[in-house]
Structure formats: structure tokens, C-alpha cells
């Protein structure tokens, strides 16, 4: 039964959804908020000149990643996952790892037309979002969604960790630095290929399931 706002004859009270809170101040909520904070942190240490700073771009990017493990865990386990966490999540974990891809693609690591179609996906999959939350309809990531955020996390780290192998390597050898070599670029930009791929088919999945009238 929907209550009544008894100061208010005739009004209903809008009720949160099931499963969600109306509380923008939880742990999940400031922890997706860091994970924001630090994309910049991130990237302005990623282009620094010397090589402790890219570790320390590794450091902070592992920290930001697992932000996004331990928020929706905590939401989970305290009952504290709120409408501003379902959306701003998501988007969070959009901003960081598009950020680093972007890096990439300047730093000479990745191809620009990979990035450039998953961040077509991401603003198409953004708006969705948005005109589904203006319409009142629950924004519920799916498992697959979750599972290439997941594996785009993984590959970034695994990509950083490998120029960091690079830039180290050629610090202590004093050899001229070459992040990447022909095998190295076709293997790095094959593997963003198949994240981007299924980033893409996640969207598609995304937009079947939400464009039916609620």
C-alpha cells in the first residue's frame, strides 16, 4: 500500500525503489567519487618524464580499480546501493579506464580508432542511461556489463604494467626507450580489440533490453 502524505491531502510520497536508498552519503558513493578523483592523479603521473612516476600511475590506478570492487560490495553487504551509486558507478569506471585508453593511444600503444569506437559506445550507453532515469526506470548494470568493466580494468593494468617494464628496463640499461615493438603493438592492440568488441555487444544487449515501454 503507497503511503499518504498526511500534511499534504490527496499526495503520495514517492517511495525508493526496492533494493535502493535515497542516501548519496555512503562508503560505496565516497569511494566511487575517489575512484573520479584520482583519473586525473592518475594520468597526470602516467605522463610524467621519469619512471618512478609511472609506477606510481600503476599504484594509483590499482587503487581506483579496486574502488570499484569494494563499492558495490559494501553496497551489497550494507544495503546501501542507491540510485546517485547505480548510475555514477558505471560512469566512474567509464571516465577511468577511457582516460588511461586515451594515454594509450597517445603514448603510441594503442590504435585511435579502437578507443574512439568504445567511446562512441560509452557516450551512446551514458545517454541511455540518463533518458532512462528521466523516465523513472531502474538503471541496472547487467552481468555481462559487469564483466567487460572486469576485464577492461584487468588489461589496463596489464598494459601498464607492462610499459612500466619498458620505461624500467630501459632506465637501468640506458638503452633508448621503446615501449612497444611490431609483436608487442599487434598483441597489445588485439586485445583491446576483443575488450572493445565486447563493450560493443554489451551496449547493443543494453539498448534491446531498455528500449521496451516500461
Known amino acids: 500500500m503507497t503511503p499518504v502524505d498526511t500534511l499534504r491531502p490527496n499526495r503520495l510520497v ?3 525503489k526496492p533494493g535502493t536508498t535515497d542516501r548519496v552519503l555512503t562508503v560505496p558513493n565516497v569511494l566511487t567519487v575517489f575512484r573520479i578523483l584520482l583519473t586525473p592523479v ?13 609506477m606510481l600511475a600503476l ?3 590499482g587503487v581506483a580499480s579496486l574502488t570499484d570492487f569494494y563499492d558495490g560490495k559494501i553496497a551489497r553487504r550494507d544495503g546501501t546501493i542507491s540510485s546517485f551509486g547505480r548510475f555514477m558507478d558505471p560512469l ?7 582516460s588511461a585508453l586515451i594515454a594509450f593511444v597517445l603514448l603510441g600503444l594503442v590504435k585511435a580508432w579502437l578507443v574512439g ?15 532512462a532515469l528521466h523516465k523513472g526506470k531502474p538503471v541496472v548494470t547487467s552481468r555481462l556489463a559487469k564483466w567487460k568493466t572486469m576485464l577492461q580494468l584487468v588489461l589496463t593494468f596489464g598494459i601498464l604494467v607492462f610499459m612500466n617494464v619498458r620505461v624500467i628496463q630501459a632506465e637501468w640499461t640506458s638503452q633508448p626507450l621503446e615501449l612497444v615493438g611490431p609483436w608487442s603493438y599487434l598483441v597489445l592492440n ?7 568488441l565486447l ?9 534491446i533490453e531498455n ?4
Request: hydrophobic share 55%.
Open 199 to 207: 563493450a560493443v555487444v554489451s551496449g547493443v544487449r543494453y539498448w
Open 211 to 214: 528500449r521496451k515501454p516500461a
Open 59 to 61: 599504484l594509483v590506478f
Open 92 to 98: 566512474a569506471d567509464k571516465l577511468l579506464v577511457s
Open 117 to 131: 569506437a568504445r567511446l562512441v559506445r560509452d557516450v551512446w550507453i551514458t545517454g541511455l542511461r540518463m533518458y
Open 42 to 54: 592518475f594520468l597526470v603521473l602516467l605522463f610524467e618524464e621519469n619512471w618512478y612516476s609511472k
Open 190 to 196: 588485439g586485445l583491446v580489440a576483443s575488450v572493445t
Open 14 to 16: 514517492p517511495m525508493p
